[in-house]
C-alpha cells in the first residue's frame, strides 16, 4: 500500500509562485514514475508533468511548459512542482500520483495507480 500526500497549495497573485510537494509513504519502490495532475471545477482532471525515477525524463503538458517544473528527491520520497508565472487558468486543485507500470513518465491519468488527496491552488487577479 502507497500513500501520497500533497502540499503547498494556497492562494497567490497572478505572475506568482508556488511550489506544490508530494511525499510517498508506505510500500514504496525504487521504480516508479510520479505524476501531477490537476482538475479545476467542472473540467476534467488534467495532466500536468510527470517524471522518470531518476528524473532523467520529464513530461510536461503544453499549457504548463516553461513555466513548470517537476523534480524529485527519491532520499525523501518527495516530487515537487515548481510553478512559476502563473495564471488564472492554473486554479485548480493538483494532485500527485505514481506508476509502477511505466518507467518513463506519461501523460494518461489511468496509468497511474495511487493518487494523493489533493491540495488546492488558487490564483487571483
Known amino acids: 500500500q502507497v500513500q501520497l500526500a500533497e502540499s503547498g497549495g494556497g492562494l497567490v497573485q497572478a505572475g506568482g509562485s508556488l511550489r506544490l510537494s508530494c511525499t510517498v509513504s508506505?510500500?514504496?519502490?525504487?521504480?516508479?514514475?510520479m505524476g501531477w495532475f490537476r482538475q479545476a471545477p467542472r473540467k476534467e482532471r488534467e495532466f500536468v508533468a510527470a517524471i522518470s525515477w531518476s528524473g532523467g525524463r520529464t513530461l510536461y503538458s503544453d499549457s504548463v511548459k516553461g513555466r513548470f517544473t517537476i523534480s524529485r528527491d527519491n532520499a525523501k520520497n518527495t516530487v515537487y512542482l515548481e510553478m512559476n508565472s502563473l495564471k488564472l487558468e492554473d486554479t485548480a486543485d493538483y494532485y500527485c500520483?505514481?506508476?509502477?507500470?511505466?518507467?518513463?513518465?506519461?501523460?494518461?491519468?489511468?496509468?497511474?495507480?495511487?493518487w494523493g488527496q489533493g491540495t488546492q491552488v488558487t490564483v487571483s487577479s
Open positions: 500520483a505514481t506508476s509502477r507500470a511505466y518507467l518513463i513518465p506519461v501523460p494518461n491519468n489511468r496509468q497511474y495507480d495511487a
Open positions: 508506505g510500500r514504496t519502490s525504487s521504480t516508479y514514475i
